[in-house]
């Protein structure tokens, strides 16, 4: 398609002379641009992914992918629900919880918290949690006395292993005075890590029987949270469960209702931001046109010697199109080099910038994560690639037409 002749004068142009580095400075610019547009859209399209695919972790992890509960009242002998819903086929685990809202007390730290009870074996089974174990053990969550929190409420209120702790329960016996709080004083038994700064602030665990009693749910509990071994598929296994149930009282919610709203507006986010961002690559490849315009003007009465030395049109302008490829092409594999590099040690990076500045440039208190989470999808890569290049070659077309169209005779006739 290029000829060895063509290729011989594309080089030769964009290796600029004495008094013609103008133009090649505007090129230079606009392979950086397009170098930093590439790279900036693939970080950020790799950093929304990775909060995307975090946070859907965290959500299935800690919160399963279906939600059993009654409305507006606990669910009785739950004990015959637990085991209909594990027959469903699909259903990998079961966990009844009870839950409550309450005030957790430390000598003179105090926070609301949720209260979740849940079973010892349960709690050994529930990976997100029980893997993230990092003080105590599971083994002592037993008992009347015994609750599990978070490695930041811990932090927080400088609690450790067999530390006292305080719940405080809006919910309590009426009086002739008014109604009483129930105050009941726990050990911490086990301190995990969730990697999730709400949970590991705002949680607290405590055994089944004894959330129970304290919260006087009877022999009831709460809701029953279900774990699923098709998690993108969860709509048959939702539809299974409440046909097995058969309760009119008792619904049955899965993760897309629940929390569809807030993935559905990372996703919105994602799309917005690989749209502002093309913008960088649209400025320049509007510089690599520039450039171009700038080289075939100064190139004029070039181009009307090798035109009247009998190269053709096509000729001509496949000359320019390689030129303007060439910024296109360099300046994509650059970018998408830088871009790949950064998001894989993105956290190092971050850590570093932290150390080297002094700031913290990453509050999980803010983001709900305990890192910068990054994952690259090699599908997008190739989109912002393959459209990086569209628009660099694209850019190039003009200039390249109004080269092959310069007229020989008019452009020589003041020479």
Do not use: C
């Not at 309760?247 to 986010?269: C, H, I, K, Y």
């Amino acid at each position: 398609m290029f000829g060895r002749f063509e290729r011989m004068v594309a080089g030769r142009y964009l290796r600029a002379r004495r008094g013609e580095r103008f133009a090649s400075i505007i090129a230079v610019f606009s392979l950086v641009g397009i170098a930093l547009g590439v790279a900036t859209l693939i970080i950020v399209m790799s950093v929304m992914n990775g909060f995307k695919a975090d946070l859907m972790g965290r959500i299935l992890g800690l919160h399963g992918d279906l939600t059993v509960f009654g409305y507006g009242r606990p669910i009785e002998a739950y004990q015959n629900d637990v085991e209909a819903i594990r027959s469903v086929p699909g259903v990998k685990s079961v966990i009844p919880m009870a839950q409550g809202t309450v005030l957790v007390e430390a000598g003179r730290y105090s926070t609301g918290a949720e209260v979740q009870g849940v079973a010892q074996q349960d709690l050994r089974d529930w990976r997100a949690l029980s893997s993230g174990v990092i003080a105590g053990s599971i083994d002592r969550f037993t008992g009347d006395d015994a609750v599990a929190i978070g490695t930041t409420m811990a932090d927080r209120a400088g609690l450790t292993v067999g530390s006292p702790i305080t719940l405080l329960s809006p919910d309590g016996q009426a009086t002739p005075f008014g109604t009483m709080p129930r105050v009941k004083t726990y050990h911490v038994a086990a301190i995990f890590d969730a990697n999730w700064n709400d949970y590991n602030s705002n949680i607290v665990l405590v055994p089944l029987p004894a959330a129970q009693k304290f919260l006087m749910l009877g022999n009831a509990v709460s809701l029953i949270q279900v774990s699923t071994n098709n998690p993108s598929n969860v709509q048959p296994t939702r539809q299974a469960i409440a046909q097995r149930l058969d309760d009119p009282r008792l619904r049955v919610l899965d993760w897309t209702q629940s929390a569809n709203g807030f993935l559905d507006a990372v996703t919105v986010e994602q799309n917005v931001m690989f749209l502002i961002l093309t913008l960088i690559i649209l400025v320049a490849a509007f510089n690599v046109i520039s450039s171009l315009i700038m080289m075939v003007k100064d190139k004029t009465r070039d181009i009307a010697v090798l035109r009247t030395l009998g190269a053709s049109r096509g000729a001509i302008m496949r000359i320019f199109l390689m030129n303007g490829a060439f910024v296109g092409i360099v300046g994509t594999a650059a970018g998408s080099a830088l871009g790949i590099a950064f998001a894989l040690n993105i956290e190092r990076i971050r850590q570093w910038l932290q150390s080297l500045t002094g700031t913290n440039l990453f509050n999980p208190e803010v983001y709900f994560l305990e890192r910068l989470p990054a994952k690259l999808v090699w599908s997008q890569v190739g989109e912002v690639i393959a459209m990086s290049l569209v628009l660099s070659l694209l850019a190039t077309l003009y200039p390249s037409w109004r080269a092959a169209r310069t007229d020989p005779i008019e452009a020589l006739r003041h020479e």
